[in-house]
């Protein structure tokens, strides 16, 4: 077999551009020979084989090999492109010096150090899906160098996050187990630490050494605009961060100039009344520990105690009917999810059909006044939402994500 004809063969090995301009360069400028060029198809035909096992897929249909020789070409292309920075004479030298397998590996690794990273920042937010699940949706999404790149670096912001708030909550001395069951967000939970490490501690006095809940938070608020209408200023003591390791420093100071410039000024201003801030700053950058003791009477709380463990006393629609979609789902109830834990609920109830009857004992566990309206809440839910549970026409999901991203509370990562 002749030079060109095993230049031809390759290509059935090649569904990247990179990496077919790669060998094509390798080949035009003599840096492979042809006795390198046979090497390469039969490690190709090797590394073939395994990726196929790898996934559990049978070796010996042509379909599964013909697709897993295209995954191997893109993990060729991506760690080649990723570790030459596009520079072809590189990649054409990496090529020459390294094995087929070795390169694809090299593109394995990537992914996997992706997928090892938190998909979102939140607390409590596991991958649903496997690692080889993960390297398949990775590699059927052909994936680009540009669009690795910017997922890792979000994901590494995310891990960054998630490692400062858990180090802020240790501080102030709470258990990170409570911020796991309520999936809180990594950056609501490290807003609210540094409000209260900086603004509030002195405020509240020396006994609240714990995480604020929605009393203390608001105790703070009021403080800071108390302080401001006395002596035109609010003071922020950054001493606590003398304790704060380095790599957290960059985040840390980046947060409290964001709540000295977008919050500060809201909470001061006297024209607007604080419960008007207070309320729409609490939802959108801040995040506290629910205590039932301060809305309800012992009768109740002893009542629906397990109503406020499972929803924080929450009387948002679309964090209850996440937790109702969760339970008809035969899932863990929650009331926020991740975009693959909805996929997960969604193909529970298309598997098995909703769990009504799980939902109305849920809702009897509510306080008694409550129920009726929450009953109509999930009724009218369902009513609509049906048409796209169900809907097994929708393979990806897209439409029904899209619809339940409207009405529920579905995290999506940041983009």
Known sequence: MNLAE???????????????????YAIQKKLIDQAKVEEIINDAATGTVQITEYFGASSHLRQNLEEASVWMASL??????????????QAALMIKEKSFRTLSRGGSQMLK???????????GSPRIDSESEFLKRCLN??????????TLAEHEQFKLELSFANCLVKKIGSSISVFNDLHASAEHVIRTSLLFLAYGAKKMGGNKAVFPDENALFEIFTSMRKEWGFLGDVTCSKK?????????????????????????PKIVNPSVPLATIFADLKVRQYFYLFDP???????????????????????????????FLCTSAGLTPKTSLMVSEAKKAVLNIRENGLLDKKVFQLIKKAPHDEQGQLLSLWDDFIEDASAYLFDVSDENFVQVINYLTDHCHIHKPKK
């Open 6 to 24: 095993n230049n031809q063969s390759l290509a059935a090995y090649d569904s990247a551009s990179y990496l077919d301009r790669a060998l094509k």
């Open 141 to 150: 999404s052909r994936m680009t160098v540009a669009k690795y790149r910017q």
């Open 293 to 323: 003791l301060n809305d309800v009477s012992q009768f109740d709380k002893k009542l629906a105690e397990e109503w406020f463990l499972l929803t924080g006393g929450t009387e948002d629609d679309a964090l209850l009917l996440t937790l």
């Open 240 to 264: 606590f961060l003398e304790d704060i390791p380095e790599d957290f420093l960059p985040l840390a100071l980046q947060t409290l100039s964001k709540i000295q410039n977008e919050d500060v």
């Open 113 to 123: 150090a992706l997928y090892v990273l938190p998909e979102a920042n939140h607390f």
């Open 76 to 89: 060729v292309s991506l760690h080649l492109e990723h570790a030459t920075n596009g520079e072809l004479n």
